[in-house]
């Protein structure tokens, strides 16, 4: 069985950039680069196994490891937090040189079975999955490697509680009483501070910006209602300077609604005139002239 070109292009491709990325796993300084490195290894195995006409394995590939597991990973990296040393300060004696020796251990037996392992004649992809490739995989994984997988699924787990183990933290003092919260607040009062929580910003304001502090039952701003950032940076506004900006909006609206009634007026009438008057007069008044002709003062009086 021999690969076509088109396998053979994209092995000598990715098969370089999985070796620069395996390198990175072992020089990265920190966890965060070795996971993306790592992450990258498992998609270029996924694509290799599709080019393999293998899409099962190709799919569970990207989903379990590179989707599910690495994301486990760097959930507990950020858990545990990625500047956080190693203590280097040995609680058992002697405990490095047995890692030492196991590892030297182990690292001889992998040599042994790779020497003496004896691959069959490959049959060819066609009489593999003859039965599609996840029925023949899974008689392989459920037959022959059933203890592999289930020894798998131990570390799964084991590394899955390792992870939660490292994100305990011990309590460095007693745990406060609610009398004991109640007690420092009250005591607190002197310098200012206050029992209840502070309203958000804009509560019983006339604006709900986040920029705007909230007034207390005396009507004075509370400053500290603002967020902390924002009063670093002088993007606070003040009271007198939101309702300036109201009466500046209020005034533009009652001048665009007068502009409004005055495009609204009827033709033949001008602006500030209501039907039936002539300009210059209001509604309701008379212009000195009747059905008897004009008036004069001597009549009026």
């Not at 593999?128 to 570390?155: C, I, Q």
């Not at 709900?208 to 004075?220: E, F, H, V």
């Amino acid at each position: 069985m021999t690969a076509t070109g088109g396998e053979a292009a994209l092995f000598w491709v990715l098969a370089p950039l999985m070796v620069l990325a395996s390198l990175g796993l072992l020089v990265a300084r920190k966890a965060v680069h070795a996971a993306i490195c790592v992450m990258f290894v498992m998609v270029c195995l996924a694509i290799l196994y599709v080019a393999q006409e293998a899409p099962f394995l190709g799919v569970v590939q990207v989903v379990v490891y590179t989707g599910a597991v690495m994301m486990l990973f760097l959930f507990v990296l950020m858990l545990v937090g990625i500047d956080a040393a190693d203590s280097l300060t040995e609680t058992i004696r002697g405990q490095r040189w047995i890692g030492v020796l196991l590892g030297v251990g182990l690292a001889v037996v992998l040599l042994g079975v790779i020497s003496r392992a004896a691959f069959p004649p490959a049959v060819g992809l066609a009489e593999a999955n003859s039965v599609t490739n996840p029925v023949a995989l899974a008689r392989l994984m459920f037959s022959e490697y059933v203890l592999a997988m289930e020894v798998v699924g131990v570390l799964l787990v084991t590394a899955a509680l390792a992870g939660l183990v490292l994100t305990h933290r011990r309590r460095l003092s007693s745990r406060p009483t609610q009398r004991a919260l109640a007690a420092a607040k009250v005591a607190a009062l002197p310098e200012g501070k206050t029992i209840t929580p502070l309203p958000a910003p804009g509560v019983y304001a006339q604006n709900n910006a986040m920029d705007t502090p909230a007034l207390g039952p005396d009507g004075r701003p509370l400053e500290h209602s603002v967020p902390r950032v924002l009063r670093i940076r002088g993007q606070q506004r003040s009271a007198t300077a939101v309702l300036a900006a109201e009466e500046t909006l209020v005034g533009r609206e009652l001048a665009e609604a007068g502009l409004l009634t005055a495009e609204a007026d009827p033709p033949g009438t001008s602006p500030g005139t209501s039907p039936g008057t002539s300009p210059g007069t209001s509604p309701g008044t008379s212009t000195g002239l009747d059905s008897d002709g004009p008036a004069t003062d001597e009549e009026g009086r």
